[in-house]
Antibody
Framework: QVQLQESGPGLVKPSETLSLTCSVSGDSIRSYYWSWIRQPPGKGLEWIGY???????NYNPSLESRVTISLDMSKNQFSLNLRSVTAADTAVFYC??????????????WGQGTLVTVSS | SYVLTQPPSVSVAPGQTARITCGGHNIGTKSVHWYRQKPGQAPVLVVY???DRPSGIPDRFSGSNSGNMATLIISRVEAGDEADYYC????????FGSGTGVTVL
């Protein structure tokens, strides 16, 4: 059974870069799509983007100019960089597998989430 | 961008049926997935491809999708069904509905 675990700083200063890593166990990141999703406190879910097939990416158009998702196959991890953050980027960030046991548009396995606060 | 509209809240008595709607332009032509999120937890897939259930999800959960509206149906509601529910589709990118809080009276 696949397991995902987010890690990274819980506090980032405005204008800096938010960096998170998702460690995957029980499955290889060489298969499927691997997504980042965020949820501001008390609000809904927002898809950030995914990476697949060794490095191909697709990003939410609203965030595309500030986002980079990358893979480290040697560690079975994928990462998120979100540049020039503001307080509006404060959220719980989830990593998720997409297209695992079901259709390739389905997020079928999620990490527990990590709260990142943007504040000076 | 593609917008999915959900009612903010739905209340239902135990044992009754809850219906959670998700509106979107021609949503009937898309595959709709539903997630349940309890406080402090990650979302969990409860229905995919409009009406299919992942393993481990009871058959009390079902769905439909036609025209401009998709619906998640929870039959014989239990106290443990109290949560936020989100619909999701793919429209060149992932799109989530605004979420519906289900309260079990």
């Amino acid at each position: 059974q696949v397991q995902l675990q987010e890690s990274g700083p819980g506090l980032v200063k405005p204008s800096e870069t938010l960096s998170l890593t998702c460690s995957v166990s029980g499955d290889s990141i060489r298969s499927y799509y691997w997504s980042w999703i965020r949820q501001p406190p008390g609000k809904g879910l927002e898809w950030i983007g995914y990476i697949y097939d060794g490095g191909k990416t697709n990003y939410n158009p609203s965030l595309e100019s500030r986002v980079t998702i990358s893979l480290d196959m040697s560690k079975n991890q994928f990462s998120l960089n979100l540049r020039s953050v503001t307080a509006a980027d404060t959220a719980v960030f989830y990593c998720a597998r997409q297209g695992g046991n079901y259709a390739d548009t389905v997020f079928d396995s999620w990490g527990q989430g990590t709260l990142v606060t943007v504040s000076s | 961008s593609y917008v999915l509209t959900q009612p903010p809240s739905v209340s239902v008595a135990p044992g009754q049926t809850a219906r959670i709607t998700c509106g979107g332009h021609n949503i009937g032509t898309k595959s709709v997935h539903w997630y349940r999120q309890k406080p402090g937890q990650a979302p969990v897939l409860v229905v995919y491809d409009d009406s299919d259930r992942p393993s481990g999800i009871p058959d009390r959960f079902s769905g439909s999708n036609s025209g401009n509206m998709a619906t998640l149906i929870i039959s014989r509601v239990e106290a443990g069904d109290e949560a936020d529910y989100y619909c999701q589709v793919w429209h060149s990118s992932g799109v989530f509905g605004s979420g519906t809080g289900v309260t079990v009276l």
